[in-house]
T-cell receptor, first 114, second 116 residues
Framework: EPEVTQTPSHQVTQMGQEVILRCVPI?????FYWYRQILGQKVEFLVS????????KSEIFDDQFSVERPDGSNFTLKIRSTKLEDSAMYFC????????????FGSGTQLSVL | AQKVTQAQTEISVVEKEDVTLDCVYE???????LFWYKQPPSGELVFLIR??????QNEISGRYSWNFQKSTSSFNFTITASQVVDSAVYFC?????????????FGTGTRLQVTL
């Protein structure tokens, strides 16, 4: 089965630094997402992306966050100035249909902000 | 606003026991989708099932079965003859028809521990 690939699997950064989390969605998918999971908590929606623009974002996704699809294969999440509370597992996902299709999740990037 | 409640934080069973994980949801939409995902200790999210709001048929897949009851807004998941490999956190999730993408609202998860 095709996979969503995320790199790196672990990222450690200092507070205030910028980080870029990378994802390669499944090639024929058109909808892309970022979710995050703070340790021991539920998975939370951050942002959805379609047709080269954000289609929906949550309250968590403030001005410190941005997403980009720089080429035909990568989908990135940038955090401009990391805070301690940004420490979490970040999941990328993609889907091939607007509604109801299952989201294929990557294995996640564990971000630790020190 | 949509909401998913998984009241069971943690369940511990002995191998071969049956176990049911509860999920109750809230939505104003008449068209929506319900999902179950499994998160094993390795951390990835593994899709288990998707059900749309118009299909109330129960589903069975091997040792897994799902009971969707619109009247009680519940989508419960049963594992028959549980195995140690079933140990994981299980998330129920809801996707409403409104919006431009399949945004999922997750419950808080139920941690299932299966012991020998």
């Amino acid at each position: 089965e095709p996979e969503v690939t995320q790199t790196p699997s672990h990222q450690v950064t200092q507070m205030g630094q910028e980080v870029i989390l990378r994802c390669v969605p499944i090639s024929n998918h058109l909808y892309f997402y970022w979710y995050r999971q703070i340790l021991g908590q539920k998975v939370e929606f951050l942002v959805s992306f379609y047709n080269n623009e954000i289609s929906e974002k949550s309250e968590i996704f403030d001005d410190q966050f941005s997403v980009e699809r720089p080429d035909g294969s990568n989908f990135t999440l940038k955090i401009r100035s990391t805070k301690l509370e940004d420490s979490a597992m970040y999941f990328c996902a993609s889907s091939d249909m607007r509604l109801g299709r299952k989201l294929f999740f990557g294995s996640g990037t564990q971000l630790s902000v020190l | 606003a949509q909401k998913v409640t998984q009241a069971q934080t943690e369940i511990s069973v002995v191998e071969k026991e049956d176990v049911t994980l509860d999920c109750v949801y809230e939505t104003r939409d008449t068209t929506y989708y319900l999902f179950w995902y499994k998160q094993p200790p390795s951390g990835e999210l593994v899709f288990l099932i998707r059900r749309n709001s118009f299909d109330e048929q129960n589903e069975i897949s091997g040792r897994y079965s799902w009971n969707f009851q619109k009247s009680t807004s519940s989508f419960n998941f049963t594992i028959t003859a549980s195995q140690v490999v079933d140990s994981a956190v299980y998330f129920c999730a809801l996707s409403e028809a409104a919006g431009t993408a399949s945004k999922l609202t997750f419950g808080t998860g139920t941690r299932l521990q299966v012991t020998l």
